[in-house]
């Protein structure tokens, strides 16, 4: 099967924090792929095909965190899950599309 996406994606190593739209309590994980709409991310923390999350996404060479406040976990297995972002403010979006050119930048360079 040859999946076709829309948006390339990056393999990354960056520590995020997440929580469910409706609690406060943030839990921890390993964004290890990401894209312009989404990311895939390993977790001790289960989540569920559907559930709406914020993502913070700590660990970047930009300064300041990247707030994505509105994603939808899409798939889920195997102490892993993947969201689709579906909200984030304008000055994150923009951290987010520098994010992803650096880190396609150094994959290039390797």
Same mark, same amino acid.
């Given at each position: 099967? @040859?999946?076709?996406?829309?948006?390339?994606?990056?393999?990354?190593?960056?520590?995020? *924090?997440?929580?469910?739209?409706?609690?406060?309590?943030?839990?921890?994980?390993?964004?290890?792929?990401?894209?312009?709409?989404?990311?895939?991310?390993?977790?001790? *923390? *289960?989540?569920?095909?559907?559930?709406?999350?914020k993502i913070l996404i700590r660990e970047t060479?930009?300064?300041?965190?990247?707030m994505i406040e509105s994603a939808a976990v899409?798939?889920?297995?195997?102490?892993?899950?993947?969201?689709?972002? /579906?909200? /984030?403010?304008? @000055?994150?979006?923009r951290r987010l599309d520098r994010l992803l050119?650096?880190?396609?930048?150094?994959?290039?360079?390797?």
């Open positions: 099967m @040859i999946e076709c996406r829309e948006y390339t994606r990056t393999p990354v190593d960056m520590l995020v *924090s997440f929580s469910d739209t409706d609690t406060t309590a943030m839990r921890e994980g390993t964004m290890f792929d990401l894209s312009a709409r989404g990311c895939a991310v390993t977790s001790m *923390s *289960s989540v569920q095909p559907g559930s709406a999350v060479d930009l300064g300041a965190p990247i899409r798939w889920s297995g195997g102490g892993e899950f993947g969201v689709e972002f /579906l909200g /984030l403010s304008e @000055i994150d979006q050119q650096m880190t396609m930048d150094s994959t290039q360079s390797n």
